[in-house]
Nanobody
Framework: QLQLVESGGGLVEPGGSLRLSCAAS????????IGWFRQAPGKEREGVSC????????NYADSVKGRFTISSDNAKNTVYLQMNSLKPEDTAVYYC??????????????????????WGQGTQVTVFS
């Protein structure tokens, strides 16, 4: 059974850092593109970052560029989202999602949630002042 489990969320002051983890079981992440999304109270879910199955391509929402970094560790079957210089507006439930990479498309990742087939349960990030 394919499963994604997020962890690493918590409470942090503005300017602080957190590292989110997305651990996969039941399938090798090296064959899947991974996206991170977030949903704040009363708002729609939005894309934050994504990484291709090869790890060679990444993308970031404008709101997090320069502050967040996505990376993957195939040995641990885990994708990370390092979040620095956190702001109150980063407060949200963060989700990771996966989609199988078709042959020849290991350089592609996706910003839109409808592209993804598998989702984790989410982890809460709260940035308070």
């Amino acid at each position: 059974q394919l499963q994604l489990v997020e962890s690493g969320g918590g409470l942090v002051e503005p300017g602080g850092s957190l590292r989110l983890s997305c651990a996969a079981s039941g399938f090798p992440l090296e064959h899947y593109a991974i996206g991170w999304f977030r949903q704040a109270p009363g708002k729609e879910r939005e894309g934050v970052s994504c990484i291709s199955s090869s790890g060679g391509s990444t993308n970031y929402a404008d709101s997090v560029k320069g502050r967040f970094t996505i990376s993957s560790d195939n040995a641990k079957n885990t994708v990370y989202l390092q979040m620095n210089s956190l702001k109150p507006e980063d407060t949200a439930v963060y989700y990771c999602a996966a989609v199988f990479s078709l042959p020849g498309r290991d350089y592609v990742c996706y910003d839109a949630e409808h592209e993804y087939d598998y989702w984790g349960q989410g982890t809460q990030v709260t940035v308070f002042s």
